[in-house]
């Protein structure tokens, strides 16, 4: 596997992962945006509008023509967020041309098609057609609604919007409900725009093709964007400097049977861009030990030996310095398990684990690692983490830096973490 990184301009950023691994080959490119709540609806909308029909194929159905004939490949829209900043762009997989039978290049026309729908999608009266956009606005509303209903979800967002209320990344990746149900087809298309013009783009290819041969097919889509790109937006991970403050705790009754505990930490500063790369291995490390696997603290003891939880684990958020606990509780056992949770971590602080439970998350986390080199999803995942970051560090490295973890590092990374905000779903009643 050979990866290749270049800032092709100052806007336009390309990796390229050589690989012949895979059967079907990877292409995607995602424009980088501020994160914020007045923009994020709008632009979560964008990709939507443009998955829907281009100039050359102005219908679904006609773009899923074109796809067939790529042997049955795709390009849908995506919308996630790194840090503060929103991605915003396509993802498509198509057969590889080592695989094809016939002589044309499947990379070429993936890549025309790309950039047909990323710069060339239908118009109506000089902007994005009415209609698309109001059927894509619709379907999202749903979506934003619909993560109201599985509550792990719900109770993670209002953590989030708590915790970071000062901080750009409390906004959802597809921003709320009231912006998105406002948004026009004038306000799309001027968005659309301003990411045009400001954004900075990040191109991802996977596949046995080379990076001259990727950027070659990518020319005509590489040339328009760079045309249009005038002063760039940068790229945020921002790291919160939380004032001296008590923890809060944030309560919201609702009509559910089953209670929500999630807990928001600072790490100290310590993520996926820091200083020292081995003080972050040691964080991973530590996540596993305390709430990250099925051998961890949280799962055998709060769940499992004490049955405080229906579920419990640990997650970190890499750029930005944050850990947060998940769990499903009763409503009488909301304080009992809280503490419970706190005093696994303060065992984490202590250095009270085994040789065993360390050797085991170590290879937890090494494990992610290696199996994120099969994932051509999980590969993509990685590299546009590296392109809104600006630092790049190969899983291998990675994986390599989290063997050498020791028990001291672990102590020490989790002495660094501190609880933020506590936010509790209850019942009416509870």
Known sequence: MKVTKADITPGISLTVIQTDKFKSAALSAAFLAP?????????????????????RYPTM????????ELYGGSLDAAVRKRGETQCIGLTGSFLDDAYTLESGSNLKEAAELLEEMLLHPVTENGIFKDEYVAGERDKLIQAIRAQ???????AMLRL????????CYGVDAL??????AAVTAADAWNSYQALLRHAKLH???CGTAGEEEVRSALAGLIRSVENSQEELWERRCLVYEKPPRAV??????MDVTQGKLTMGFRTGGVRLTGDDPAEYAALTVMNALYGGTATSKLFLNVREKLSLCYYASSALENLKGMMVVSSGVEFGNMDRAQKEIWDQLEAVKQGNFTDEELESARQAVVNVYKSALDS?????????????SGVWTPLTELAQMAERVTAEQVTAAAGKVELDTVYRLVGKEG
């Open 376 to 388: 051509r999803a999980q590969l993509e995942s990685h590299c546009l983490t590296a392109a809104v």
């Open 203 to 205: 191109l991802f290819y």
């Open 248 to 253: 809060e705790t944030v309560a919201e009754p």
């Open 61 to 68: 159905g006609d773009i899923s023509v074109k796809l067939e």
């Open 175 to 180: 921003g709320d409900e009231k912006t998105m």
């Open 35 to 55: 994160l914020n709540k007045e923009t994020a609806a709008v632009n979560a909308l964008i990709p939507y509008v443009l998955r829907r029909g281009t100039e």
């Open 160 to 167: 989030l919007q708590e915790m970071c209320r000062d901080e």
């Open 148 to 154: 109201m209903n599985d509550k792990r979800q719900y």
